[in-house]
Antibody, heavy 120, light 112 residues
């Protein structure tokens, strides 16, 4: 079954860009029925959807974050990535990558999550 | 954005007793294809969320049959027929009808 693993810096300075990568195993990013996405969870709070993307680069973004977010895919490496610019303390969260099953309308496989702290 | 509202936010339950969680959406989640794009997740302490129910009432693979989802349009319910100790955690509903996908606030189930 698919496995997803987030990687990237755990500490980012305010105003800088947060960059995370999700490596997928057990499935192909090029699978045409799936999208791949990011969800975050501030400490002690609920879940917030950020964006989804498919193998061809067709992407959907949260309007509240769209001006600062870039999501991309690297099909040869079977990875997808998130960049969030101009971060503040409010962007401190556990960031999860997940596979989105388009037909079933759900994120059926999730990574373990990675905590990113924004602090100087 | 579609607003998702869950109730209750806290749910103490005695093992073996039933439990239910309500989720309401600010817009209908019924797609023209006849499916409701409503998902239920459980986040156990210290873990990632995992999928319980999708399309309003379809159980995900490996999910015990004591979990069931019902509802249509704007009103949905997650039911647990007999709560077990391993069911503790925070339950979230999420709409996947349109971007941005939005989650309810979460319902924390605890054992009495």
């Amino acid at each position: 079954q698919p496995q997803l693993q987030e990687s990237g810096p755990g500490l980012v300075k305010p105003s800088e860009t947060l960059s995370l990568t999700c490596t997928v195993s057990g499935d192909s990013i090029s699978n045409t029925i799936n999208y791949w996405g990011w969800i975050r969870q501030p400490p002690g709070k609920g879940l917030e959807w950020i964006a989804n993307i498919n193998y061809s680069g067709n992407a959907y973004y949260s309007p509240s974050l769209k001006s600062r977010v870039t999501i991309s895919v690297d099909t040869p490496k079977n990875q997808f990535s998130l960049k969030l610019s101009s971060v503040t303390a409010a962007d401190t969260a556990v960031y999860y990558c997940a596979r989105y099953n388009w037909n079933q309308g759900n994120s059926d496989y999730w990574g373990q999550g990675t905590l990113v702290t924004v602090s100087s | 954005d579609i607003v998702m509202t869950q109730s209750p936010l806290s749910l103490p339950v005695t093992p073996g007793e039933p439990a239910s969680i309500s989720c309401r959406s600010s817009q209908s989640l019924l797609h023209s294809n006849g499916f409701n794009y409503l998902v239920w997740y459980l986040q156990k302490p210290g873990q990632s969320p995992h999928l319980l129910i999708y399309l309003g009432s379809d159980r995900a693979s490996g999910v015990p049959d004591r979990f069931s989802g019902s509802g249509s349009g704007t009103d949905f319910t997650l039911s647990i027929s007999r709560v077990e100790a391993e069911d503790v955690g925070v339950y979230y509903c999420m709409q996947a009808l349109q971007a941005p996908h939005t989650f309810g606030q979460g319902t924390k189930l605890e054992i009495k």
